[in-house]
């Protein structure tokens, strides 16, 4: 599993780190200024990755926190095996299986011999568009 450490006050709206052992997509983060008795405090808005569920997280800014690195790649779909799809790397010709998205906007999309890219987050392997 690949991850890092940055500190909260370094993430940024887009960016993505860890809650829960699940990635999870920053949409909004606020900074408070530190008070007479605390450090300052960080309200982030995230939403899961994998599962879409809002989150929201509340902590002190110079806290570190796990990312995850997220390994962007192309590949071509090869075949369609009913719950999964075969695809195959475009640099390394690899051939591995993936499930099917979910999303109706990816999944209409699909057919063989179309381009997609792929995320590897976590040791999983996601659909992310249709090229």
């Not at 590897?120 to 568009?129: S, Y």
């Amino acid at each position: 599993m690949s991850i890092k450490k940055v500190v909260v006050k370094s993430l940024k709206p887009g960016s993505y780190f860890i809650v829960d052992d699940e990635p999870c997509r920053v949409i909004s983060i606020e900074k408070s200024k530190p008070g007479k008795h605390g450090s300052s405090k960080a309200n982030i808005t995230a939403v899961g990755f994998f599962t879409g569920r809002k989150r929201n997280v509340i902590t002190p800014a110079d806290r570190m926190v796990d990312v995850p690195l997220i390994d962007k790649r192309s590949a071509t779909i090869i075949a369609d095996l009913g719950e999964n799809l075969s695809l195959m790397d475009s640099e390394t010709y690899n051939t591995y299986e993936v499930e099917k998205p979910t999303d109706p906007e990816i999944a209409n999309k699909i057919q063989n011999n179309s381009e997609v890219e792929v995320w590897i987050v976590m040791g999983k392997t996601v659909i992310i568009r249709v090229k």
